[in-house]
């Protein structure tokens, strides 16, 4: 079985495979606080799925 840590890199970047095209759509269609809100909410994503990869490649 594999370690948590490679688990969790491998889902969150199911789910950035699959959401992240669909966001500039979404974004769009947003009124100026919740579009300010859901660019801080994919940076944040993107900063843990940085951070998950770095951490199951450095726990080899």
């Known amino acids: 079985m594999t370690p948590a840590t490679k688990r ?4 969150t970047f199911l789910v950035a495979a ?3 095209p ?3 759509v979404a ?3 947003m009124p100026d606080p919740w579009f300010r809100i859901a660019c801080w909410a994919i940076v944040a994503f993107i900063l843990v799925w940085v951070w998950l990869m770095v951490r ?5």
Do not use: D, Q
């Open 8 to 11: 969790y890199a491998v889902i």
């Open 22 to 24: 669909v966001v500039p």
């Open 27 to 29: 974004l769009e269609a």
């Open 18 to 20: 699959i959401a992240l």
């Open 56 to 60: 199951s490649i450095g726990k080899r």
